[in-house]
């Protein structure tokens, strides 16, 4: 079994102008990382002309999906009942897109499949961690 989910998403990337513009997204979790979530954005739906990927957790996307969370960086909240808004904060601006709310239920649903809620700290590496952080300082 893949230790590894990745989803393609529709995201409607919401700005001043009268239409949001759709684009083209992937979720990604990671069981050797089971507490994260990342969200990947083409070059062409970014300021930079690069890929860019926003890691925030599995639990505020969870959580998200049904009430508003999160405080810093990422912030998830209900938009009615078919879509799922996600707002990145970053010194450039804020990025704003909506997700199909379906899409997340199902992605987070293969993603606890792959590690129960709950049950995140059994997957963690931590000698492995705490050996890359020691060869990081030498």
């Known amino acids: 079994m893949s230790h590894v989910i990745e989803q393609a998403v529709q ?35 970014t300021l930079e002309g690069i890929e860019v990927s926003w890691a925030f957790s599995r639990e505020l996307l969870e959580e998200g999906v049904d009430a508003p969370s999160g405080r810093g960086d990422v912030r998830v909240r209900p938009y009615g009942y078919e879509r799922t808004v996600l707002e990145f904060h970053a010194p450039e601006g804020v990025a704003m897109v909506h997700v199909r709310t379906s899409d997340v239920r199902r992605f987070l649903k293969r993603s606890r499949h792959l590690v129960p809620a709950g049950l995140e700290h059994r997957y963690l590496d931590l000698d492995q961690d705490l050996r890359q952080l020691l060869r990081d300082a030498c």
């Open 11 to 45: 995201a409607r990337l919401v700005a001043s102008a009268p239409r949001a513009e759709s684009v083209p997204a992937t979720l990604r979790y990671d069981r050797d990382d089971p507490f994260a979530v990342r969200m990947a954005f083409p070059p062409q739906a």
